[in-house]
């Protein structure tokens, strides 16, 4: 039978097995999105008879979901910031958390009319630059990555929501293919320390880009570079974010401080209580 109850049970099942933590969920996610629908027209019409070919095609997407790989994958889309951001095994899905790091961006600097100069550094799919870019319509955002594929989904991420106009690209080794000064550098850089990406769940290691997570021995290479390289890259009184992981508070404030010339360094926490986001300001 090729009913939607019957499709949704019969998968859910198949996702519970395969060890999927959110099966129904994950179901009803593809089904509505394969059938360009909504999951609450699932509900209401849960007799709707798939044709054996629309079966096939969603037993295709079905199967990829057991074997682990992520929904967003499949779809080739997540949510962030409320937009829809194409995504592809070239970049890092965008996570809840990194909000917190634009909200506070917003927090300091959401003057819209100001003419920033932003740089958004391991941009992946551009969710960070492409938001503050929205968020702020006066600024101009340079985006780099060290990865052409994450530069290309980037590139039309910007298209999509309508901010290519003021936006660059270039690949590149952090700040190496953009020179001159900024207001603002943002990074979500790798820091993911060497020994922990081993025990990740296999299906961020199995299908996310490993250059996008991995970060030397405590995990805070990248964010060790960018606060010393940022402080002749930011014009005074420039500030800096960048996202920071598990028990790294320490090391990055310590970092802050060594690098000397910025003052004003604060932590801000997750919404599930992690520290996530470190900023600082240049000393005017
Ligand atoms: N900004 C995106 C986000 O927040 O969803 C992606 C962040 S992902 C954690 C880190 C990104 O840094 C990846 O896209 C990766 O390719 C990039 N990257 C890794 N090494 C780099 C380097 N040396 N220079 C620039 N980007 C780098
Ligand atoms: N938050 C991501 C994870 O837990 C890691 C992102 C990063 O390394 N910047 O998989």
């Not at 790091?101 to 819209?112: A, H, P």
Request: proline share 6%; with cysteine.
């Amino acid at each position: 039978m090729n009913d939607i109850r019957t499709i949704l049970h019969r998968t859910t099942r198949e996702l519970t097995l395969s060890g999927s933590p959110s099966a129904r969920l994950d179901a009803e996610v593809l089904l509505a999105r394969f059938l360009k629908t909504d999951r609450m027209q699932l509900v209401v019409h849960p007799e709707r008879e798939l044709s054996d070919e629309e079966a096939a095609g969603f037993g295709g997407w079905a199967r990829r979901r057991s074997t682990g790989e992520p929904v967003a994958y499949i779809l080739s889309e997540k949510e962030f910031w409320s937009l829809a951001f194409e995504v592809d095994p070239a970049v890092l899905i965008p996570r809840p958390e990194t909000e917190c790091l634009i909200e506070e961006v917003l927090g300091v600097r959401g003057d819209r009319t100001a003419e920033l100069r932003i740089i958004d550094i391991g941009t992946g799919s551009g969710a960070i630059g492409v938001v503050l870019a929205r968020e702020l319509p006066a600024a101009r955002v340079a985006a780099t990555d060290i990865s052409d594929g994450a530069l290309e989904v980037a590139r039309r991420n910007a298209v999509r929501h309508g901010v290519a106009g003021r936006m660059e690209f270039a690949r590149g080794d952090l700040f190496a293919s953009f020179p001159g000064d900024f207001d603002l550098i943002v990074s979500n850089p790798p820091y993911i320390p060497d020994d922990v990406y081993p025990e990740l769940p296999a299906g961020i290691r199995e299908f996310e880009p490993r250059t996008a997570l991995v970060a030397g021995p405590d995990g805070t290479a990248f964010h060790r570079r960018i606060i010393r390289e940022g402080l002749r890259r930011l014009a005074a009184g420039g500030r800096i974010f960048l996202e920071i992981g598990e028990g790294q508070r320490g090391l990055v404030e310590a970092l802050f401080g060594e690098a000397g010339g910025y003052d004003e360094i604060r932590f801000r926490k997750d919404y599930g209580g992690m520290e996530r986001v470190a900023m600082a300001r240049r000393k005017p």
